[in-house]
């Protein structure tokens, strides 16, 4: 997928509020307008930060600086519901700038997670993974990207059955923490239909992969350590940083 080009009918529109009550100046300020005009017309920026770095005539680096300033300053949410070109997309955050005041719309978001429903739905990870989570500021901050955008309780203990079946005491139990369960996929665990296979399951590999007639192919848990690297490193896609991805 080709990054969104520039082309010279195209405008950035800065609005007086943006700087008389963000305080909002150069490439920051450019940033934000650029990002705020996507989301009137198509609900979310997914240019990517080369397209940013275009406009701005500036570096990706510094691109990225300026979208950070912009998160703490709670003006934009990263969005990770959806994904273009591996990059990181972002919404106006609506809620901030009804909160100044600021009468622009659309104001499309929803209440965040509630104390109550934060503690509910830490307290269900615990007993269902077996795990012993306490701090209710990390946690909140994991669902409620999700909560604004209208998910509820009933979603996060949905996705939390889902993955505690399939993944629990297996070789998956590792991915059953909230930066997995409450990231980027998590709309497509919601909506998940049956089991998904794990790269490290090794029943699964035995099942599936190596059921073929191929006599000088062991399985996968027949395999020594060094061939089922080898097979990982040949057959499963990676990260960027070079980790195997979970699906």
């Known amino acids: 997928m080709k990054d969104i080009q520039i082309n010279d009918e195209n405008y950035i529109k800065i609005q007086g509020w943006m700087v008389s009550k963000l305080n909002l100046k150069g490439n920051e300020l450019y940033i934000f307008a650029i990002i705020y005009y996507f989301c009137q017309h198509d609900n979310r920026f997914t240019g990517g930060n080369s397209y940013l770095?275009?406009?701005?005539?500036?570096?990706?680096?510094?691109?990225?600086?300026?979208?950070?300033?912009l998160l703490d300053k709670r003006l934009i949410i990263k969005d990770k519901t959806y994904s273009y070109n591996n990059s990181s997309n972002y919404l106006v955050n609506w809620k901030t700038l009804e909160e100044l005041?600021?009468?622009?719309?659309?104001?499309?978001?929803?209440?965040?997670?509630?104390?109550?429903e934060v503690k509910e739905i830490m307290t269900y990870y615990n007993e269902k993974t077996?795990?012993?989570?306490?701090?209710?500021?990390?946690?909140?901050?994991?669902?409620?990207n999700w909560f604004i955008q209208g998910f509820k309780v009933e979603d996060f203990k949905k996705v939390i059955d889902i993955k505690t079946e399939e993944w629990k005491n297996?070789?998956?139990?590792?991915?059953?923490?909230?930066?997995?369960?409450?990231?980027?996929?998590?709309?497509?665990?919601?909506?998940?239909?049956?089991k998904m296979p794990i790269w490290n399951n090794s029943k699964y590999f035995s099942d599936n992969c190596f059921n073929h007639d191929t006599s000088d192919e062991p399985k996968f848990n027949e395999m020594t350590k060094e061939q089922k690297e080898k097979w990982m490193d040949e057959n499963l896609a990676k990260d960027e940083n070079g980790n195997f991805l979970v699906y």
């Open 101 to 116: 005041s600021i009468k622009v719309g659309p104001f499309y978001y929803y209440p965040e997670a509630k104390l109550e």
């Open 130 to 144: 077996s795990q012993n989570y306490k701090s209710i500021k990390e946690f909140s901050r994991k669902i409620n």
């Open 170 to 194: 297996t070789d998956g139990e590792y991915y059953l923490r909230p930066s997995t369960l409450f990231g980027d996929k998590f709309e497509d665990y919601l909506n998940q239909k049956g």
């Open 53 to 69: 770095a275009k406009w701005t005539n500036s570096t990706e680096q510094g691109c990225i600086k300026n979208l950070k300033s």
